[in-house]
């Protein structure tokens, strides 16, 4: 998936600043996909080149002038066609994993202080996704009416709180595996 695509979707809903399109990735969908206001920037810069996108710039007496982006017809059309677009697996990086990958050259107890601090990592993740982050969508579909949209933000975020169980089940696994091991490393 491309940046250029996500900002497209956000901007199917409604015109939008950088700044309010960083808060709707950093409320929606930052547990899957992330990024920062210097590259929301630029793609918005080219996403307007490409005639995706108008910026109007909103004059404001007390505050920095306010540049607002719109969706265009070639924005909604080139939206609509990645929409229809089979993606194929996306790559799994996790450095998390090389580490464990390697771990034979660590004492047990270290690679099991590594995994039990993963686990942690993952039950709390998986509490904000259950908990503060269930409400936030809540609370988006009741502010913008988007209830038919709102449906589909929950699958995404139904598939967060999978992974992270998944993870969990991973993790508890990988400890009691270790935990039943030996002591040496050549074992």
Known sequence: MSLKHALLGFLS???MTGYDL???FDQSIHHFWNANLSQIYPTLSRMVEEGLLTMEVEHQEDRPN???YTITGVGREELQRWLREPLGLSPLRVPFL???FFGGSLEKEEM???LRHHLALHQERLAAYQGPV??????NV???GLEREGFFWGLTLDAGIQCEEG???WCEEAIEKIEAMGDGHDE
Not at 134 to 139: A, I
Request: proline share 4%.
């Open 13 to 15: 809903y409604a015109p």
């Open 22 to 24: 960083k808060r709707y």
């Open 66 to 68: 306010r540049k607002v």
């Open 98 to 100: 090389i580490q464990i």
């Open 112 to 114: 099991l202080a590594r």
């Open 134 to 139: 269930r409400e936030v969508l809540r609370q």
């Open 142 to 144: 009741e502010a913008t």
């Open 167 to 169: 993870w969990l089940k």
